[in-house]
Nanobody, 128 residues
Framework: QVQLEESGGGSVQTGGSLRLSCGASGHMESDMYMAWFRQAPGKEREGVAALVTGGSTTFLADSVKDRFAISQDKATNTVYLQMDSLKPEDTAIYYC?????????????????????WGQGTQVTVSS
């Protein structure tokens, strides 16, 4: 099992920025998928960004690809989500997720069913 802890959420105005952090610990493998998802009230969980920890490949949802960026610090097993030009529709609880490269069924990097390790989430609120 991998333990994930998110931080960095908060309240900002439209156009503002936030950087979320996800610290991972426990049974980490050299290559893993790590991702950010979000869930707004009454909506399904949505994949936002993902990366492979052992490489440089990243994935971004179309709705955020011009405004968000995902990155990692391999030395500290930390994944970041830099969010710029925030909009009210970005308001949600943001979750960090992780999975091994091989193992459980793969549905794609931005599909929640692909992941078997989840953090508790951090609230992001964007006001107009």
């Amino acid at each position: 099992q991998v333990q994930l802890e998110e931080s960095g959420g908060g309240s900002v105005q439209t156009g503002g920025s936030l950087r979320l952090s996800c610290g991972a610990s426990g049974h980490m493998e050299s290559d893993m998928y790590m991702a950010w998802f979000r869930q707004a009230p009454g909506k399904e969980r949505e994949g936002v960004a993902a990366l492979v920890t052992g490489g440089s490949t990243t994935f971004l949802a179309d709705s955020v690809k011009d405004r968000f960026a995902i990155s990692q610090d391999k030395a500290t097993n930390t994944v970041y989500l830099q969010m710029d030009s925030l909009k009210p529709e970005d308001t949600a609880i943001y979750y960090c997720a992780a999975r091994a490269i091989y193992g459980t069924t793969w549905y794609g990097p931005l599909t929640s069913r692909s992941y078997n390790n989840w953090g508790q989430g951090t609230q992001v609120t964007v006001s107009s």
